[in-house]
């Protein structure tokens, strides 16, 4: 069992710090002030399993850092972090560049030819990026039997093969089969899965339910 | 039973003819060039059934259009085909804007906040344009039933309504199931299909395995 941080006190970060929690590990939920509600609340909900900081503390606490902030701000966070904190460790990066100050739909801030995930690897060059679970709602990342007897794909990117294949277990954990976790490639696979992102919101905009995954056929 | 074009001469337009011709519709390949070799053969190929010409004069011909163009070449293409032929009529857009000009992986020409869909929408205003079958390998785009007893996704979006149910009933033809046709609402939904060509290459490029598609589970 492993110190994770959790950066972000969204729902992302609330999901998967809890599931983490749930299955064993310790979390540091870090958020850009020391005194944040959502991470006091977080905190309060798993008594001596959990603590909260500033996004610098969390990354110095945890052995591997899930990124669930808001893709837009995941840059600033990390550097907030401070790449001290995150040289040699596997940062998860869940976010997706999602813009939506323009309105409904969002556009990507970050696309085509780059991509948030390689964006991280890119600004922190020591740290070993996973791009992962950012396909889908987050009810889903971390209870993938809900859905057709959790027969349903999960996609991992990355520069490091050993990081991959952590990440990986934590995703077993999480209930995810192992012939359903494909490995893409490289940390510039981190392009498909973001940009499938707008295909996401028009099947949930389509079908008004956004407890769906897609899995392949083949 | 229709009138037909199909645009382009690789191998979509020749799937995409061939299956249209086996399903009872009559159909003339638009190239270029009217005395186009591969359009030569496709004609051969379908003895009275098939018929070749120009963009223009495919598209004169045809009651329903369909663009199997490379996508950076379709605008131009339908430029070619000319206004007056397209105006009215169903343009079932199946290209997708890959940009292999920097090498491996492509990238996309028209992305994020517009899409090919849209573009030639706003191109030809007068047209009714349904984006459909973008999303797979065109063997199967007419052969559905090759995989998983043909229970995977296909979309279709556009801003009209009785010209997507003319495509549905097209689709159905081919073998797709009613259940598995998604419309995901107007043409801007074309970006979320475009967009979601990379994950398609790298899921491709993971397996090496073409012969693939995404089923929605909920």
């Known amino acids: 069992m492993s110190k994770i941080a959790v950066l972000g006190t969204g729902n992302v970060g609330d999901t998967i710090g809890s599931k983490l929690i749930e299955v064993g590990h310790t979390v540091m939920m870090g958020s850009r002030t020391a005194d944040n509600e959502k991470a006091k609340a977080f905190v309060a909900k798993h008594p001596g399993k959990a603590s909260a ?60 030819t780059n991509s948030l995930g390689e964006e991280i690897q890119k600004t922190f060059p020591q740290a070993k990026v996973v791009k992962a679970l950012n396909t889908m709602w987050c009810g889903l990342m971390v209870n993938p039997m809900m859905l057709n007897g959790g027969d349903h794909s999960t996609f991992v990117s990355g520069n490091d093969t050993d990081a991959k294949e952590k990440v990986k277990e934590i995703l077993k954990s999480f209930g995810w089969l192992d012939k359903n976790i494909l490995d893409l490639g490289d940390i510039t696979k981190s392009r498909g899965t973001e940009m499938y992102l707008p295909l996401w919101l028009s099947i949930y905009g389509a079908t008004n339910n956004g407890a769906f995954n897609i899995k392949i056929v083949s």
Chains 1, 2 share one sequence.
Do not use: H, R, Y
């Open 53 to 112: 900081g500033t996004f610098a503390e969390a990354s110095a606490f945890g052995e591997i850092i899930f990124n669930c902030t808001a893709g837009m701000g995941s840059i600033e966070a990390l550097e907030m972090a401070g790449e001290k904190n995150l040289n040699g460790k596997i940062i998860v990066d869940i976010a997706n560049p999602l813009d939506f100050s323009k309105g409904m739909p969002p556009s990507l801030s970050i696309v085509n």
